[in-house]
């Protein structure tokens, strides 16, 4: 082991995690590159688990961020009123919600995704005086304990340590099989009363499971989902933490679906530059709290304001939207060949937008691919409930240049790791 993390496995926990599968210091990041202590050069295909969709240190971003430091501005506000945070209201209304025919209140809870979807939770429940909330396999909605009742994770759930209740678990879109509508399975539940399933609270999934192996909900699915909880009055909660803020090439996930969601959780790349923030989007009319109902203590992150509301002014461009779909073709392009010239991988392409990779159908194999990616110069993740995909995160703005050279890398890897693979028998 490298002297120097030495320090961090003597007086760290055990639980740190990312660490351990890029196992290096990193000193400096920028744009889609990030570089360690001795220099060596990274492409970052990881994006911060999707909390950096615009890269490192964007320019335009940084610029503000700096110019409002040295302003002497407020950094710490809770939910007081500041220029920061009327300007991203302002401009999250006029350049996001109303172009895409949007009306919702924003609730700032706390900086992370799990404070979001705990807040989304709690108000549904609120409204509707119900308690359960029907979730989805695979799901993942954050760590802390409401969050984790609607993560279907066993590993993840498991870390609670107590019961989790008050939510029951529905097959998501094609879990069974490509040929039946799962919903199906759901609208009798619903409606037999002796299913032992009551009309719940709220119904939250991910449009795309960035955690959960890269499955993807199609417009259809989302959009007979949609009429289902209009039907049962029912709340809508998508979770767009990590889908969300273009990584499937739209700003929201769900646009393509033509839905409206009653609820929408969002972090991660809400805040443009890696700063902890998250947001919850309500319909007006679902909009009952009572002042200090749900509070926060970092909910005014004002440097997270001036980042956001500057990544929000891309999105004023159409074409900046048009040069995300165009980086998609050439991801999927990509991924569907890998999958066919290397058949050692047994494997097949999952995801939509930015947020693609390959599930392997050979045992361990995908965790060795990105392990030869790290060793290579490029930073990915696996996911799926046995870690089977390894999953490409560039950045929503990544230069061409730079996403061919994260291609080559990927291949290289992929060829060692299935030259490499010992097949495990029973």
């Not at 055990?14 to 351990?20: G, I, K, L, N």
């Not at 009309?199 to 989902?225: C, D, F």
């Not at 839905?259 to 443009?272: A, F, L, N």
């Not at 390959?358 to 046995?386: H, N, P, Q, W, Y």
Request: hydrophobic letters at 35%; a negative charge.
């Amino acid at each position: 082991m490298d002297k120097d993390l030495k320090v961090f496995e003597e007086l760290e926990s055990e639980v740190r995690s990312y660490c351990r599968s890029f196992p290096t210091i990193f000193t400096k990041a920028k744009g889609s590159l990030m570089w360690d202590k001795n220099g060596k050069e990274y492409v970052d295909f990881f994006c911060g688990a999707g909390a950096l969709n615009y890269g490192h240190n964007d320019p335009n971003m940084k610029q503000k961020l700096i110019e409002y430091i040295s302003s002497d501005g407020i950094t710490h506000s809770l939910d007081k009123a500041t220029p920061p945070k009327q300007d991203f209201l302002t401009t999250l209304n006029e350049s996001i919600l109303k172009p895409r025919n949007l009306e919702y209140k924003v609730m700032f809870p706390g900086p992370t995704g799990t404070n979001t979807v705990e807040s989304a939770l709690k108000l549904a429940r609120k409204v509707t005086g119900r308690t359960e909330v029907i979730t989805f396999t695979n799901g993942f909605h954050g760590m802390t304990i409401g969050s984790l009742s609607v993560t279907g994770n066993a590993f993840k759930r498991k870390g609670a340590g107590i019961p989790l209740h008050n939510a029951v678990t529905m097959p998501y879109d094609r879990y069974m099989d490509d040929a039946t509508d799962s919903l199906d399975y759901l609208e009798h539940y619903l409606e037999d009363g002796g299913s032992g399933v009551e009309v719940p609270a709220a119904v939250i999934l991910e449009t795309v499971q960035g955690e959960g192996g890269l499955n993807w909900a199609s417009n259809k699915w989302l959009k007979r989902l949609e009429e289902l909880c209009s039907r049962f009055e029912i709340l809508l909660i998508i979770d767009d933490v990590q889908a969300g803020v273009g990584r499937t090439g739209t700003f929201f996930s769900f646009e393509p679906a033509g839905i409206k969601p009653d609820i929408v959780c969002m972090s991660k790349s809400i805040g443009g530059y890696g700063s902890p923030f998250a947001i919850t989007l309500i319909k007006p009319e679902y909009d009952i709290w009572a002042p200090g109902e749900h509070n926060g203590t970092f909910r005014g992150n004002n440097h997270a304001f001036v980042t956001a509301t500057e990544a929000l002014k891309y999105w004023e461009n159409p074409e900046f939207e048009k040069a995300i779909h165009k980086k998609v073709e050439k991801v999927t392009e990509f991924l569907n060949r890998i999958a066919k010239d290397y058949p050692e991988l047994d494997g097949y392409v999952k995801g939509r937008g930015l947020m693609q990779g390959i599930s392997c159908g050979v045992e361990g194999i995908a965790d060795k691919v990105a392990a030869e990616a790290f060793s290579r110069g490029l930073i990915m993740e696996t996911a799926g409930a046995d870690d089977e995909v390894f999953k490409l995160f560039p950045a929503i703005n990544i230069d061409d240049a730079t996403l061919e050279r994260g291609f080559s890398i990927i291949e290289e890897s992929v060829k060692a790791a299935a030259s490499k693979h010992t097949p495990v028998t029973n």
